[in-house]
């Protein structure tokens, strides 16, 4: 089954504004990493946060996590024409005993977000 | 981070045959996988690219549709084999680095396939 869901699923905001990303998922995870996708290319990876944190910076990026609603938010701050592209989150479940994580990635649907100039 | 490199970027094949797709990586990783992704639609997880042994597959996946080829440390093949237009995907690799305690994964440009 779909591990994460996220929302909404299209965001349109104008240049400067602040875009805020939902993501929900099932299981009990390792960490949960937040990627962005431009047209149909390859996946950048944006911030990694791990289960026992709660929330992360990165520039103008703030990721929240809370484990016991099982949902994480992604925070693109004073927003550019050049933030425009695919979001995703994804979610790490498995870790082994020697601390390696099993690195199998489920995907949340994703969510599309237009800055207008 | 790594630096990972697919061959082609795009194809546009036939029904019925197969493609091999590569990807390179500039370090030494302990995962590789493989994804897909559909038209508009999200990532799936294909396969866990082992080094040495057998590919692990994911539900719905299968050797016979998606041999993985993992040589050393730095290379993998996937191909699709006897495709049909379902098979029109992109299909990114992906790797996390032999670094214990660090599980950021990072993804390869992909490659865009057509099937005709």
């Known amino acids: 089954s779909q591990q994460g869901e996220e929302d909404p699923q299209a965001l349109s905001i104008q240049e400067g504004e602040n875009a805020t990303m939902n993501c929900s998922y099932k299981t009990s995870i390792n960490n949960l990493q937040w990627y962005r996708q431009n047209s149909g290319r390859g996946l950048v990876h944006l911030i990694l946060i791990r289960s026992n944190e709660r929330e992360k910076h990165s520039g103008r990026l703030r990721v929240t996590l809370d484990t016991s609603k099982k949902s994480s938010s992604l925070l693109i701050t004073a927003s550019r024409a050049a933030d425009t592209a695919s979001y995703f989150c994804a979610t790490d479940a498995a870790i082994d005993a020697g601390g390696t994580s099993y690195g199998k990635l489920t995907f949340g649907q994703g969510t599309i977000l237009t800055v207008h100039p | 981070s790594a630096v990972i490199s697919q061959k082609p970027s795009r194809d546009i094949c036939q029904r019925g045959t197969s493609l091999t797709i590569q990807c390179q990586v500039d370090s030494q990783v302990t995962m590789m996988f493989w994804y897909r992704q559909q038209p508009g639609q999200s990532l799936t997880l294909i396969a866990t690219a082992n080094q040495g042994s057998e590919a692990t597959y994911e539900s719905g996946f299968v050797i016979d549709k998606f041999p993985i080829s993992r040589p050393n440390l730095t290379f993998s093949t996937l191909t699709v084999s006897n495709m049909s237009p379902e098979d029109s995907s992109i299909y990114l690799c992906?790797?996390?680095?032999?670094?214990?305690?660090?599980?950021?994964?990072?993804f390869g440009p992909g490659t865009r396939l057509t099937v005709t």
């Open positions: 992906s790797v996390e680095p032999l670094r214990l305690g660090v599980y950021e994964q990072y």
